[in-house]
């Protein structure tokens, strides 16, 4: 389970990979629009090239966090309930095509960068359509408003921040996910540093201790 945990979060904080290469500082709340989803939502931090998402989960014991630090490429997931931290920087692999759904070169004109993220995933024969709508506001933020659907007939729209230049809504019929609270500036170092006393778990043994 907590190899799930942690795959799930290393997604979440693969979105946010790209948005280092501006050497943004920034906070927000990681909202899930999913009806059927109540949770509060999950916090993400971001510090030039390191970046903390913390939420909460029960099979690893409550309030858990992914730091990543990408200049010195590691990867801790810190359990702070239990006082531990799982090391993931062995496996931490390169920048992954998908990021550049997340971040596209140019926010524009970013629907041949998400062709050419479907090539690479071999997922063109689902490949429909994909256009600029045009400028549009998320959550009181400049943004440009894209538009896609699959040949499945499923449609969605997503959003890229004009400042960020980070996708910050997707919206389709099953709900989405949407960065709120948006509020930009330094970051203390301590978020991305294992606080003292936390005992390292291995990773071999995927039990947990007692209480």
Not at 137 to 147: F, L, M, Q, W
Not at 185 to 192: E, H
Request: one cysteine or more; charged letters at 25%; aromatic letters at 10%.
């Amino acid at each position: 389970m907590l190899r799930a945990v942690a795959r799930c979060l290393a997604l979440l904080l693969c979105s946010l990979f790209a948005v280092t290469l501006y050497a943004q500082q920034f906070s927000a709340d990681l909202v899930d629009l999913r009806p059927d989803r109540k949770s509060n939502p999950a916090k993400v931090y971001v510090s030039n090239d390191k970046l903390r998402f913390e939420t909460q989960d029960r099979s690893a014991g409550g309030n858990v966090a992914m730091i990543w630090d990408i200049g010195h490429q590691t990867r801790y997931l810190l359990m702070a309930d239990r006082r531990m931290y799982m090391d993931y920087s062995p496996v931490m692999g390169s920048k992954l095509p998908v990021t550049l759904y997340w971040h596209p070169s140019d926010i524009n004109n970013a629907c041949p960068e998400w062709h050419k993220l479907a090539e690479q995933m071999k997922h063109t024969e689902k490949w429909g359509t994909c256009r600029k709508i045009g400028s549009d506001t998320v959550n009181g933020r400049s943004a440009i408003k894209y538009e896609g659907s699959s040949t499945e007939g499923k449609t969605g729209d997503v959003w890229i921040d004009s400042k960020l230049h980070y996708v910050t809504k997707y919206e389709d019929k099953d709900g989405g996910m949407e960065l709120r609270n948006i509020q930009e500036g330094s970051q203390s170092a301590s978020l991305f540093e294992i606080p003292a006393g936390y005992q390292k778990f291995d990773l071999g043994n995927m039990r947990l201790p007692q209480r």
